[in-house]
């Protein structure tokens, strides 16, 4: 009891001295969210966001995540995120193998996967087939169709084998959470192939300092260390993480959630030795005259408060409790995060009266992972 009353305090005391955003804030991000969200690599994170944040026991950072119910109900319907996925299959062309077509990114269109995956799950009429196509053509695409390194490694454009860290986001987790669903053989080997595409993009892309380049391969490359590229990566490799965790056969993947584990630290650990003093991360993470960015700051505190659960390790909890005040100050009367990159350039801060769908995600992420955070110090 004493144990239990000292947790429950701990647990308050750092809610208060480090507070998220309030339920008013929230909810206006999150609509602005939806209203923003029109690329396919933006509804793939919103459905994602959406979920942490919203739907948690869907999610899958829950030790239930694996099998999801397959009826949901009043309390649980996850509609907003399942309406991202009826919007995208119903629109899908018939000729498609990707669920959007003609993005240019062989990457992003997986990144809206698992919205689809769960909508077939969960779909009240077993005859309707529509998502379980979608969902099938989509992995299909990625395993047979989509270019790749002569070292297995998928590219993340359509027209020229092309690595760029934020297909780490957008296809393993997807590919992944398939498996997960699957069982059985199916489930282990796309579990392993989700975790091979993780070491191979990072086998190309990260330099001596333990930060990952940009872009690798192609007819051009951005060597930059591109901070929301380092939080792609790092967030999407927790995901995969995380599904083999929760799944029946986790005890088949003890080495590579090892290796994740060390790889996801790695980013952490070598970004937020560039932390300014107000809490930021700047666009380029080691150049200091490149422009802040609040986006990427967001992502990776929201990493970085996972982690901690994961790793059992709150060594940087300090980093991601300076990020979330900077977050805090960043959120605009309106709901809207303020002072982000522009995420079609990567090199420029978004224009005035220009808003980053991504980074409105991006905070509903770190508010669901602080959140879990203040839930794991209350417990025994």
Same mark, same amino acid.
């Given at each position: 009891m004493i144990l239990s009353n000292l947790l429950a305090i701990s647990a308050a005391l750092f809610m208060k001295l480090n507070p998220s955003l309030d339920n008013n804030q929230l909810s206006a991000i999150r609509s602005n969210l939806l209203q923003s969200a029109n690329a396919s690599w933006e509804l793939g994170t919103a459905a994602e966001a959406l979920t942490e944040y919203s739907w948690p026991s869907l999610s899958v950072f829950s030790p239930s995540a694996f099998p999801p119910p397959t009826r949901l109900n009043a309390t649980l319907n996850a509609s907003d995120v399942l309406s991202i996925a009826q919007r995208v299959v119903s629109s899908k062309k018939d000729n498609s193998l990707p669920l959007i077509s003609d993005q240019g990114s062989a990457a992003d269109?997986?990144?809206?996967?698992?919205?689809?995956?769960?909508?077939?799950?969960?779909?009240?009429?077993?005859?309707?087939?529509?998502?379980?196509?979608?969902?099938?053509?989509?992995?299909?695409? %990625? +395993?047979?169709? &989509?270019?790749?390194?002569?070292?297995?490694?998928?590219?993340?454009?359509? !027209?020229?084998?092309? =690595? #760029?860290?934020?297909?780490?986001?957008?296809?393993?987790?997807?590919?992944?959470?398939?498996?997960?669903?699957?069982?059985?053989?199916?489930?282990?080997? %796309? +579990?392993?192939? &989700?975790?091979?595409?993780?070491?191979?993009?990072?086998?190309?892309?990260? !330099?001596?300092?333990? =930060? #990952?380049?940009?872009?690798?391969?192609?007819?051009?490359?951005?060597?930059?260390?591109?901070?929301?590229?380092?939080?792609?990566?790092?967030?999407?490799? %927790?995901?995969?993480?995380?599904?083999?965790?929760?799944?029946?056969?986790?005890?088949?993947?003890?080495?590579q959630q090892?290796?994740?584990t060390t790889w996801i630290q790695d980013i952490l650990v070598n970004s937020w030795k560039y932390q300014q003093n107000n809490g930021t991360l700047l666009n380029v993470l080691d150049d200091p005259k490149s422009f802040a960015d609040s986006a990427s700051t967001a992502l990776l505190a929201s990493v970085t408060y996972r982690m901690a659960v994961i790793a059992k390790d709150a060594s940087l909890i300090p980093f991601a409790n300076k990020a979330l005040k900077l977050i805090h100050s960043s959120v605009d009367a309106q709901g809207w995060l303020q002072n982000t990159v522009d995420p079609l350039t990567f090199n420029t801060p978004s224009k005035p009266g220009a808003h980053s769908p991504e980074g409105q995600a991006f905070v509903l992420l770190l508010h669901a992972a602080w959140r879990a955070y203040a839930q794991h110090i209350s417990k025994p």
């Open positions: 269109p997986a990144s809206i996967g698992p919205a689809v995956l769960l909508a077939n799950w969960t779909r009240t009429d077993p005859l309707d087939k529509k998502y379980t196509d979608a969902a099938g053509s989509q992995l299909g695409y %990625l +395993l047979s169709v &989509a270019p790749r390194s002569k070292e297995g490694a998928i590219s993340h454009r359509v !027209d020229q084998v092309q =690595l #760029w860290a934020d297909f780490v986001y957008m296809v393993p987790p997807f590919i992944a959470y398939f498996g997960s669903l699957e069982g059985g053989e199916g489930e282990r080997n %796309l +579990l392993q192939i &989700a975790y091979d595409q993780c070491r191979l993009y990072r086998d190309a892309l990260r !330099d001596e300092n333990g =930060l #990952w380049r940009h872009i690798a391969q192609g007819s051009w490359q951005d060597n930059a260390h591109w901070a929301t590229g380092n939080a792609w990566a790092a967030a999407g490799m %927790l995901r995969v993480h995380q599904t083999m965790n929760h799944t029946g056969q986790a005890n088949l993947f003890q080495g090892a290796n994740l």
